[in-house]
Each structure stands twice: as C-alpha cells, then as structure tokens.
C-alpha cells in the first residue's frame, strides 16, 4: 500500500526555521517525482518545490526560492523540506505528493509546477503557521 505521512509542521515566529519530513511506505521515493504543495485558507493549492533523483531535475517556485531546499533520505525513504526565513505568507498547509519522474523535468523546464492533479499519490499533509 502506497503511503506519504509529513510531520514537523508547527507555529514558528516570522524569520524562524522548520524542517518537514515525508516518510515513504510501499514504494521507494528514490524513483518517482516528489513535489511540495501548500494550500492557504481560501487559496488554491500550489506547487513549491519539486525533485527527482532519477534525472537530478529540481524546481523550486520563485516565492520559496533561497528559503527553502529539499533533501532526501533514501535509506530512510524520506524527504525532506528546510524551510528558512520563514513569512507569514508561508502559512498553509503542506503536502508532499509522489508520481512519475517527468513531471520534475517538464517543471524545471517550463519554470512552473504542474497541476496538482498530476500527482497520484499525496500525504494527509501537515500545518506551517508562521505568526508572531
């Protein structure tokens, strides 16, 4: 059974640091696509960050670019999301979301994260309140 579970969302003061994880079972995270999303209260959803290991393909959104990295474990099937000078604008609720590998490259070449749609398989996601 394919599962995501993200962990370490919390309330940090403006400026602040958190690190997300997403854990991994029933599949191995090293030979898919793995994107970052966030939903703010009455916002659509949207797509931050983006990896793949298989071709090295990375996207990061200009509003997260500089502040924010991805990083994966793969003996531990997890990636991670550092998360830096954080805004309140960050407020949201993370997902991360799993699917093929292309989806990586064709954000890194289009400058823009597909649809979230694209991504078949997604954690129950984890709140970030930045907020003094």
């Known amino acids: 059974q394919v599962q995501l579970v993200e962990s370490g969302g919390g309330l940090v003061q403006p400026g602040g640091s958190l690190r997300l994880s997403c854990a991994a079972s029933?599949?191995?995270?090293?030979?898919?696509?793995i994107g970052w999303f966030r939903q703010a209260p009455g916002k659509e959803r949207e797509g931050v960050i983006c990896?793949?290991?298989?071709?090295?393909?990375?996207y990061y959104a200009d509003s997260v670019k500089g502040r924010f990295t991805i990083s994966r474990d793969n003996a531990k099937n997890t990636v991670y999301l550092q998360m830096n000078s954080l805004k309140p604008e960050d407020t949201a609720v993370y997902y991360c979301?799993?699917?093929?590998?292309?989806?990586?490259?064709?954000?890194?070449?289009?400058?823009?994260?597909?649809?979230?749609?694209?991504?078949?398989?997604w954690g129950q996601g984890t709140q970030v309140t930045v907020s003094s």
């Open positions: 990896l793949s290991s298989s071709d090295g393909s990375t």
């Open positions: 029933g599949f191995t995270l090293d030979y898919y696509a």
């Open positions: 979301a799993a699917d093929l590998p292309l989806l990586c490259t064709t954000a890194q070449a289009m400058g823009v994260m597909g649809s979230p749609a694209d991504f078949g398989s």
